[in-house]
């Protein structure tokens, strides 16, 4: 099998890049997986080499895997800085190191875009011989599917797990049919959260395909940039990422906007297949309680139940959503190490580490808002 670096996804192209990661043609792809997220990225400056995510994406004969050089470890929900820090207290150079991911992006998806095991598993081998080839430290494949973390674990790749919180679509009619599932408790709380928002005149407008103009985007990501300075000091996304998007995935986008006294004061952003809702970047310029909970839980839950979706993944981190109806699921990593000792020390803990996740995701499980049977 030949094989080659890539230096960007419009080397690749979108017609070899598409083929590869939806190789079963499905109408709406894993938007996360598509030449048109990959490159919105990547021409938009949002992931290029002077941010720190130089792209050498590993492309076969058979299949893809996107590959970025980094010499930091920001943007990737998965947190290595420890294993960093104790490479070089030991004298090595953790970076440049090389990442298998879709940049600032916590969800699952396939990192190995190709059709059979046996093109990921050269995929996998291919990856670790890149790692030597660049003179990196490592290779981290972060928030790759469970079969794909499985084939990762037989090909010596060091396994991690973590952990997210999903709302699952059992069948429901609207939102009431949901909520008769909770706790009289839980019931009554999400209510209260909902009707305080209405009570502060705020209205919801669903945006995607041609609806979203460049105004809507300008409104958005002042948002972001507000949020995200506040929450983080320097938001990865730039504004034209966010043009690119919605040329590329405009028919997969859903922009949430919330109006107050006829102007818009905050909104979420979520991309969608055909069975998932992800939600993915949220601003605000104003606070409301409650606020951020209606935007980016319940309006996603809303939007998943009147499309008849399975699920709405809401992101990295946040126990908080469990009480509103989001349960626990895993998510999985999967790393190789070239310093033998760092590697050594890695698997030792990512044992406990893995155990320590399971008890709990039991254990947080036991205190899901539904109702008890």
């Known amino acids: 099998m030949t094989a080659r670096l890539v230096g960007s996804a419009r080397e690749i192209g979108a017609t070899r890049w598409n083929g590869l ?10 938007p996360f997986t598509t030449y048109e997220f990959f490159a919105a990225l990547e021409e938009s400056g949002s992931a290029c080499a002077e941010a720190g995510w130089e792209p050498c994406h590993l492309l076969s004969d058979h299949g893809l ?21 104790a490479l070089e207290r030991a004298g090595g150079d953790y970076y440049p190191k090389l990442q298998c991911a879709v940049p600032f992006t916590p969800v699952t998806g396939p990192r190995l875009l190709a059709k059979n095991d046996a093109a990921k598993r050269a995929l996998l081998g291919l990856a670790a011989g890149a790692v030597s080839q660049l003179g990196a430290s490592s290779l981290h494949i972060t928030f790759l599917t469970e079969p794909e973390w499985r084939l990762a674990g037989e090909a ?20 009431e049919q949901f909520l008769g599932e909770l706790s009289s408790a839980k019931r009554k709380n ?5 009707q305080s928002v209405r009570e502060a005149g705020i209205t919801f407008d669903w945006l995607s395909g041609s609806d979203i103009t460049e105004a809507h985007w300008d409104a958005f ?16 996304l730039s504004r034209d990422f966010f043009s690119r998007l919605s040329g590329g995935l405009k028919q997969q986008t859903l922009l949430v906007m919330a109006k107050q006294k006829g102007s818009y004061i905050a909104g979420a952003l979520n991309l969608f297949d055909q069975d998932v809702l992800f939600g993915r970047n949220w601003g605000s310029i104003e606070y409301v309680p409650f606020l951020h909970f209606e935007t980016c839980y319940y309006q996603a839950i809303d939007f998943a139940i009147a499309r008849k979706l399975k699920r709405v993944e809401a992101g990295a981190q946040g126990e908080h959503k469990l009480l509103r109806g989001y349960l626990p699921v895993p ?7 070239a310093h033998t000792g760092l590697r050594r020390a890695v698997d030792d803990y990512l044992v406990r580490e893995r155990a320590a996740v399971a008890e709990n995701m039991e254990e947080l499980s036991r205190h899901a808002p539904f109702r008890k049977a």
Do not use: C
């Open 331 to 337: 998510t999985y990593s999967a790393h190789r190490i």
């Open 221 to 236: 990501f002042d948002f972001y940039m507000d949020t995200g300075g506040r929450k983080w000091g320097r938001p990865y």
């Open 21 to 30: 990661a939806n190789p079963d043609g499905a109408t709406l792809p894993h």
């Open 156 to 175: 010596g790749y060091l396994q991690r797990t973590g952990q997210q919180f999903h709302w699952q679509n059992r069948g429901y009619a609207n939102f």
């Open 190 to 194: 999400l209510r209260k959260e909902r």
């Open 65 to 85: 895997m996107p590959l970025y050089l980094k010499n930091h470890s920001y943007g990737e929900y998965v947190f290595d800085h420890g294993w960093a820090e």
